[in-house]
Nanobody, 125 residues
């Protein structure tokens, strides 16, 4: 099974950018649809973005469309989330997730089988 490890979080001012990375190991990355989710304090974990196995298809939460970009490098076993024009409401722990049961670029966290430990993103106003 695949193991996931997020990195790249930190503190940034509103309007700034961060790039999160999800390094994978233990299995071939191209076998998995990949997703990013976030969880703000006191709130449930929510969908942010997802990408198909080959990278051709993507989907985003409405709140991040036009600001965030998900991408993957299957050869280097890494998935990325480029976050631009960050807002204080983007503050959350960001999780990388993987699923290989379907080809669907899913928004439902219940469809994802494997999860990383998360990386904190804090956006100051």
């Amino acid at each position: 099974q695949v193991q996931l490890a997020e990195s790249g979080g930190g503190l940034v001012q509103a309007g700034g950018s961060l790039r999160l990375s999800c390094a994978t190991s233990g299995d071939t990355l191209s076998n998995y649809v990949m997703g990013w989710f976030h969880q703000a304090p006191g709130k449930e974990r929510e969908f942010v973005a997802a990408i198909s196995r080959g990278g051709r298809n993507t989907d985003y939460a409405d709140s991040v469309k036009g600001r965030f970009t998900i991408s993957r490098d299957n050869a280097n076993n890494t998935v990325y989330l480029q976050m631009n024009s960050l807002k204080p409401e983007d503050t959350a722990v960001y999780y990388c997730a993987a699923q290989r049961r379907t080809l669907r670029v899913a928004k439902d966290q219940g469809e994802y089988e494997y999860w990383g430990q998360g990386t904190q993103v804090t956006v100051s106003s």
